[in-house]
């Protein structure tokens, strides 16, 4: 069980507590959620999301879809989904598919969907295809407090 190095440094940098979940290896936010036993509305699914001045990401439950155009009027600017390169270059230290919400550690922006607020508990991709970062809702929102929050999402 293992987290990707920057994230780890930056959490533990917050003084937040966590924990890890292992768990057999999964191509999707929702396969995840299954393979580790935990409800999929409480697993952060991040999009990285471009547009003309740089990157920023898209946090939602892995049970959610997110509205582009809604997302677009959130954000006042015309968005499209970064390419795998994209991504790659962002959070080197993560597998593909695989990016943790807590872009502060990336400093990369976030835009967090209003349905993750007040939830007890949160758990989230930590860089690879087989572990899980989780950590109380209160510690979440502590991760989160530079994101912009919106709704603009939907359940899928």
Do not use: W
């Not at 989904?81 to 990336?106: Q, R």
């Amino acid at each position: 069980m293992t987290i990707a190095r920057k994230l780890q440094d930056y959490i533990e940098g917050e003084g937040v507590a966590y924990d890890t979940v292992a768990h057999h290896r999964t191509a999707t936010t929702s396969q995840s959620a299954q393979a580790a036993h935990v409800p999929g509305s409480r697993l952060a699914k991040s999009v990285v999301v471009h547009h003309e001045m740089g990157y920023f990401l898209a946090v939602v439950p892995s049970t959610h879809r997110i509205e582009l155009s809604t997302l677009q009027d959130v954000m006042n600017r015309r968005l499209g989904l970064a390419s795998e390169e994209e991504v790659s270059t962002l959070f080197a230290d993560c597998d593909t598919g695989a990016v943790p919400p807590i872009g502060s550690a990336y400093n990369v922006p976030v835009v967090l969907d209003e349905s993750l607020g007040n939830v007890s508990d949160v758990y989230f991709e930590g860089g690879d295809h087989k572990t899980l970062v989780h950590v109380s809702g209160q510690n979440f929102r502590s991760l989160m407090k530079d994101a912009q929050v919106a709704r603009f999402s939907h359940p899928s």
